[in-house]
Structure formats: structure tokens, C-alpha cells
């Protein structure tokens, strides 16, 4: 069982820059892949970034790719996301998944999730 806690969402405005973080309770998280997923209003969810066990192996949407980064640090079972030159259509909840299993862009795949930090960027 995996427990996770999104924080460091907020607003800023566009151009700027964000670090979300995802904290886990589990002693074996370093086990779990990690995603990163995102829902702005009237949208279904979608992918952003995710990660391998190790962090060797990242993945990134097209929306994400150059202006985001996944990463990891598993001695503080944390994932974060920085996130640079923000754009006011990157507004959205964003939530941190887990799974047991390779990383994947696909949040039904995903068997643990937070429960969102609120991002807005302003134009």
C-alpha cells in the first residue's frame, strides 16, 4: 500500500516556474514507477511525466517535453516536478501515481494516486 502527498502547487505567472513534490509512505517505494498526471476543468486527465523505480528512465508528454523534469530521490521517497516557462494552458490539478510495474503515460494503468495540488498560471 502506497500512500502519496502532492505538494508545491500555486500561482505564478506565465513564464515562471514551479517545483511540485510527491511524497510517498511506503517502505518499499523505491520499487513503485511514478507518474505525474494533470486535469484542468471540463478535461479528462492526462499524462505529464513519469519515472522508473531507479529514476534511470523518464518519460515525457509532447506538452511537457523541454520545459519539464521528472525526477527522484528515493532515500526521501520523493518524486518532483519542476516545471519551467509556464503557460497559462498548463493550469490544472496535477496528481502524483504509483504502480508497481515499468512506467507507463497512462494514468489507468497507475493503482495509487494523491490527491491533486492545485496549479494555475496566469497570462
Known amino acids: 500500500q502506497v500512500q502519496l502527498v502532492e505538494s508545491g502547487g500555486g500561482l505564478v505567472q506565465a513564464g515562471g516556474s514551479l517545483r511540485l513534490s510527491c511524497s510517498a509512505t511506503?517502505?518499499?517505494?523505491?520499487?513503485?514507477?511514478v507518474g505525474w498526471f494533470r486535469q484542468a476543468p471540463g478535461k479528462e486527465r492526462e499524462a505529464v511525466a513519469a519515472?522508473?523505480?531507479?529514476?534511470?528512465?523518464?518519460y515525457y508528454a509532447d506538452s511537457a517535453k523541454g520545459r519539464f523534469t521528472i525526477s527522484r530521490d528515493n532515500a526521501k521517497n520523493t518524486v518532483s516536478l519542476q516545471m519551467n516557462s509556464l503557460k497559462p494552458e498548463d493550469t490544472a490539478v496535477y496528481y502524483c501515481?504509483?504502480?508497481?510495474?515499468?512506467?507507463?503515460?497512462?494514468?489507468?494503468?497507475?493503482?495509487?494516486w494523491g490527491q491533486g495540488t492545485q496549479v494555475t498560471v496566469s497570462s
Open positions: 511506503a517502505d518499499t517505494f523505491s520499487r513503485y514507477a
Open positions: 519515472i522508473n523505480w531507479s529514476g534511470g528512465t523518464t
Open positions: 501515481a504509483a504502480r508497481k510495474a515499468p512506467a507507463v503515460l497512462a494514468a489507468e494503468r497507475y493503482d495509487y
